[in-house]
Each structure stands twice: as structure tokens, then as C-alpha cells.
T-cell receptor, first 113, second 112 residues
Framework: DTAVSQTPKYLVTQMGNDKSIKCEQN?????MYWYKQDSKKFLKIMFS???????INETVPNRFSPKSPDKAHLNLHINSLELGDSAVYFC????????????FGQGTRLTVV | DAKTTQPPSMDCAEGRAANLPCNHS???????VYWYRQIHSQGPQYIIH?????ETNEMASLIITEDRKSSTLILPHATLRDTAVYYC?????????????WGLGTSLAVNP
């Protein structure tokens, strides 16, 4: 079974649309993350949740809204998509916020046209 | 900004040891050195981490200098499947310093 799974794997959408990326982990971890990897391959943290509570919220446009219905799920909703949002988005989890042996999903490649 | 400096690329022959260097001259006393790798089109994968002592696991060894200003990740017998980008990251263990701040890493090519 996949430890951290994201859906969809690929997402192509038009500017101005609203889209969601889902993430689920079956490791029993308390902490989950969203990262963005841009075209230059820099990987930057966007959000982190610990037991459904937001603990890291980087300087990200408020068009991006994470939602954690339970500690096994952390979804990312993006409103009014822009060309610059095109990137690969990775979900990850770790046992707790102090532990950074993080397990990553396979990524969602978002292309905004 | 990342607190580490790594060469952008390295080559290694299959079956030989791959030694990947990392400089972290501004590391603080309570900051750990982490290594991750990212194989093409996959998510990053944790390899190993350490504070002061050398560490070894089934994937690799981590050698940290006594002054902690640099470290080396060693893959003892590199295989073609070890071709990936290797990231060296310095991370604290409290508050905002717990974030992993990623640089561009070293692109390791293992050649047959």
C-alpha cells in the first residue's frame, strides 16, 4: 500500500479555475505538509498541519487554502489559478512536528494554461 | 535561504563509492544535518540524518567533521538506481527552525 498518496497525479486547467489536490497518508503520522517545486526545482514548504492544526503557514497567496478533515488527510484547494501556479506539488507526512524523516507522495504536476 | 552548499553535479561509476560533500559552515549547535534524495519524477526520499556523530544505515553513511562545518554522504556501492538529486539540509528542532529549507542539491549520475 502506498504510504502517502496524492490525487490527481496530473492536472491541466485553465487560468481562473478553482481546483483541489487531495492527500492521504496511512502511516498514522500526526504531521502533514504541502510543498511546491517550481520549474527551477526549488522545493519550498507551503503549509504544515499537526493533528489537524496549522503550524506552518509560509508566505503563500491566500488563493491557496489547505484543509485537514482528519490527521490522515491534508487537501490543498487553489482558487483563481494563475500561470505562475504551474509546478509540482508534493504532500508529505512525518510522525510528529519534531521529526523530519518525512515521507513524500509522488507529486501532482499542475499545469495552468 | 538554504544554509548548505553542494556541488551542482557529480559522476560515479557503478559499484564504486559515491562521496557527496556538503558545506554548512554556519550550522548552529542544535541543528541537524539531513540528507534526502529525489529520483527523477518521484517525491523526495529520506536517507539519513545526524547531529555530531557519524551515522550509518542500510542506505548510506554520514560523516560529519569534528567542527560540524561540513559533512559527506557516502553511498558505499553505487548502483544505477542511485542516480538522483541529493539534498543536504540543515534543520533545527524548535519553532520555525524546524522547517526543511531545500537548496538545489547535487545531481549524481551513476554510470555503467
Amino acid at each position: 500500500d502506498t504510504a502517502v498518496s496524492q490525487t490527481p497525479k496530473y492536472l491541466v486547467t485553465q487560468m481562473g479555475n478553482d481546483k483541489s489536490i487531495k492527500c492521504e497518508q496511512n502511516l498514522g503520522h500526526d504531521t502533514m505538509y504541502w510543498y511546491k517545486q517550481d520549474s527551477k526545482k526549488f522545493l519550498k514548504i507551503m503549509f504544515s498541519y499537526n493533528n489537524k492544526e496549522l503550524i506552518i503557514n509560509e508566505t503563500v497567496p491566500n488563493r491557496f487554502s489547505p484543509k485537514s478533515p482528519d490527521k490522515a488527510h491534508l487537501n490543498l484547494h487553489i482558487n483563481s489559478l494563475e500561470l505562475g501556479d504551474s509546478a509540482v506539488y508534493f504532500c508529505a507526512s512525518s510522525q510528529d512536528a519534531a521529526n523530519t524523516e518525512a515521507f513524500f507522495g509522488q507529486g501532482t504536476r499542475l499545469t495552468v494554461v | 535561504d538554504a544554509k548548505t552548499t553542494q556541488p551542482p553535479s557529480m559522476d560515479c561509476a557503478e559499484g564504486r563509492a559515491a562521496n557527496l560533500p556538503c558545506n554548512h559552515s554556519t550550522i548552529s549547535g542544535n541543528e541537524y544535518v539531513y540528507w534526502y534524495r529525489q529520483i527523477h519524477s518521484q517525491g523526495p526520499q529520506y536517507i539519513i540524518h545526524g547531529l555530531k556523530n557519524n551515522e550509518t544505515n542500510e542506505m548510506a553513511s554520514l560523516i560529519i567533521t569534528e567542527d560540524r562545518k561540513s559533512s559527506t554522504l557516502i553511498l558505499p556501492h553505487a548502483t544505477l538506481r542511485d542516480t538522483a538529486v541529493y539534498y543536504c539540509i540543515v534543520r533545527g528542532n524548535a519553532g520555525n527552525n524546524r522547517k526543511l529549507i531545500w537548496g538545489l542539491g547535487t545531481s549524481l549520475a551513476v554510470n555503467p
